[in-house]
């Protein structure tokens, strides 16, 4: 009965000396018969089972993933292989029709680099786009910190209004821009009209080049008011009330609680925010070619239109393939320039903890 009850009590308890040791014989040596320690009968099995076990949970993450880059490596690199071999071909309609392949090397960029009008087109770009954005993200902010401080009805009606802005077709949308600043039967300008500006009733907003670029921010920014303003205010929400206290109770202003608690606890959304607008802004077609086509005299062309323009519009598909490109590198010269905000931010919040 006691040599049961000793081997019971061996297998419910773990037989280890001090510090994990294993335990000695009862001729005060380990149980191989050399005298050298074994280890544990319960780690050599389960080292193996865990290494098993490990192997399947580290490529659950590359299968989940692996529908999506499918997807994209057929509807995005595919294509962009192809516009890429493009880029490096003569191809016009001549071309096209007898399908013959001239390769031309890097003469459709030699062309497009040394032209004055892509110059031109990309500087008015960005600067289109620096404007949309600050205007963007100024009133998206400040209705993001309207909303806010808003009693419940009123922020439910301003955020449905929001949201229906938001969820409105681009082309549905710019027609009713159209319709709103057409010169004969315009709302804007019957208003105009009204108020006393009686030489705006029959203005042409789309006959010149700042009145078309006029019309144009104000549709881009109403399009991208929504998405500033209400994420603004879901971020704002995640602020601990007590810091709004704290800097009250010290004498804080509206602007310097905004500065020192709001700003810096939202930074990351802001960076990433900007960063989307931009890419937004930037790459915008259907607005810009709806309203006027990049007219008047192609001045409001961007580097979108201004791509379909030579490749669509004037046959020169090469040429046009090469133009999308080099947008597609001032995108990535973007998009690097925030991932090196992002990392250095990351830095110093690291470094400040």
Do not use: C
């Not at 090397?105 to 954005?133: D, H, I, K, P």
């Not at 998206?140 to 808003?150: F, Q, S, T």
Request: aromatic fraction near 12%; glycine fraction near 8%; proline fraction near 5%.
């Amino acid at each position: 009965m006691a040599v049961q009850l000793d081997d019971a009590a061996d297998k419910a308890a773990p037989r280890t000396g001090k510090g994990d040791a294993p335990p000695a014989g009862r001729g005060g040596r380990g149980a191989g018969s050399s005298g050298t320690p074994t280890a544990p009968a319960g780690r050599t099995a389960s080292a193996p089972a865990g290494r098993a076990a490990s192997a399947p949970a580290r490529r659950t993450p590359y299968l989940l993933l692996l529908p999506a880059l499918l997807a994209t490596a057929v509807f995005l690199g595919w294509p962009m292989v192809r516009n890429l071999l493009l880029s490096f071909q003569n191809l016009n309609m001549k071309e096209l029709i007898q399908h013959l392949t001239d390769w031309r090397g890097t003469g459709n960029y030699q062309e497009v680099l040394g032209s004055e009008q892509f110059w031109r087109v990309t500087s008015r770009t960005v600067v289109f786009t620096a404007v949309n954005v600050v205007l963007i993200m100024v009133l998206g902010v400040l209705i993001g910190l309207l909303l806010a401080r808003l009693g419940t009805t009123v922020r439910l009606v301003l955020s449905a209004a929001l949201v229906l802005a938001w969820a409105m077709p681009v082309i549905a949308a710019t027609t009713v821009f159209q319709w709103l600043f057409d010169s004969r039967y315009g709302v804007v300008n019957w208003v105009l009209d009204r108020l006393g500006w009686h030489s705006m009733a029959h203005y042409d907003w789309v006959g010149s080049q700042l009145s078309t670029f006029f019309v144009i921010t104000v549709l881009i920014v109403w399009q991208s008011l929504p998405f500033v303003a209400l994420n603004l205010y879901a971020a704002t929400t995640t602020i601990p009330k007590g810091l709004y206290e704290a800097a009250r109770m010290d004498g804080a202003g509206t602007w310097k609680v905004f500065t020192s608690v709001t700003f810096p606890f939202l930074k990351p959304f802001f960076l990433a925010t900007t960063f989307l607008e931009i890419i937004w802004v930037f790459k915008a077609f259907p607005q810009i070619f709806a309203i006027n086509q990049g007219g008047p005299d192609r001045l409001t062309e961007t580097l979108p239109i201004y791509a379909f323009t030579e490749g669509v519009g004037n046959l020169h598909f090469g040429m046009g393939a090469a133009i999308s490109l080099l947008t597609i590198v001032v995108l990535l010269a973007m998009t690097a320039y925030y991932l090196r905000l992002t990392f250095k931010q990351e830095q110093q919040e690291e470094n400040g903890l």
